[in-house]
């Protein structure tokens, strides 16, 4: 489980757990307007040439439009540090949550 004395080397499975495991799917969406400003997703390439609106792919998941991989800017983004995510291209490949091992109930 993942805390305040590991939370730097904890994997992402673990800082879900510890931070949305008990969430509703609801509330994880709520939840997304709270980190929205830490979110690259507004000046990445691929998102912009499709012109989605939506942010925050790592925790929403995949684009709606159908899209070219035109540069991702995840590994950059603060999102990405802070909750130890380790994929790419979000808004393609689907959510953190998706890509994981973990199952949504967890």
């Given amino acids: 489980m993942a805390d305040i004395e590991n939370w730097g080397d904890a994997t992402f499975e673990e800082k879900y ?4 495991g008990g969430m509703t799917p609801e509330a994880q969406k709520r939840s997304v307007e709270n980190v929205v400003h830490l979110c690259q997703c507004s000046k990445c390439p691929t998102r912009a040439a499709c ?56």
């Fill in 17 to 20: 757990r510890s931070l949305m």
């Fill in 51 to 106: 012109g989605e609106e939506d942010l925050v792919f790592c925790i929403l998941g995949k684009m709606s439009h159908p899209a070219e991989q035109k540069g991702c800017l995840c590994s950059s983004c603060s999102l990405t540090k802070t909750m130890s995510l380790r994929w790419d291209y979000y808004c393609l490949r689907g959510s953190a949550l998706e890509l994981s091992d973990l199952k949504p109930s967890e």
